[in-house]
């Protein structure tokens, strides 16, 4: 969102809780946003962010959860990490919001995930926010250094392997 869009707005943040969804709404709350923190444990959203977010609890498997996107101006989706069956999983979310929730909508994909034919969920999914009338935006972020330690630990320890979004050489 641009910052003339962000004025005096509500968000509704799906992982909320998450290492990214945190920061997300931390950023939000510190430019004087209201914010909807969207999780599957309301609870540690609570506790992460006390009284300053609205905590409620969220579930893209529970589609009875996806209302509670209402007085949300915009929505930043991010689906669970490594899940093959994303796409899956996160259309009915889509859906409800092209037909039902605000009309902007930020997410958060990968770079150049459109160019692994072995895992096809990021590409599929932008190309069904892409092809919609939201005002989308897309983030493709090449790495996050918690990736060192919640998932390369051990090819770093036990392999001496180190993978990372750079090219071949």
Request: no cysteine; glycine share 8%; proline share 5%.
């Amino acid at each position: 969102f641009t910052k003339n869009e962000i004025i005096m707005a509500k968000y509704f943040v799906t992982g909320a809780t998450g290492t990214v969804g945190r920061e997300v709404v931390e950023s939000l709350l510190s430019k004087g946003q209201e914010v909807i923190a969207a999780s599957r444990n309301p609870d540690k959203s609570k506790t992460l962010f006390q009284e300053r977010v609205s905590s409620v609890s969220f579930d893209f498997t529970d589609e009875s959860s996806f209302s509670q996107l209402y007085e949300s101006e915009g929505v930043f989706l991010i689906g669970p990490p490594l899940d093959l069956g994303l796409y899956e999983l996160l259309t009915p979310f889509l859906d409800y919001v092209k037909k039902n929730g605000p009309k902007r909508l930020v997410y958060l994909s990968a770079n150049g995930m459109e160019h692994m034919e072995d895992l096809p969920f990021h590409a599929q999914i932008e190309s069904a926010i892409t092809s919609s009338e939201l005002d989308w935006r897309i983030v493709r972020p090449g790495f996050f250094m918690q990736n060192f330690g919640n998932y390369e630990r051990e090819n770093i320890e036990e392999r001496k392997v180190l993978f990372v979004p750079a090219g071949t050489r």
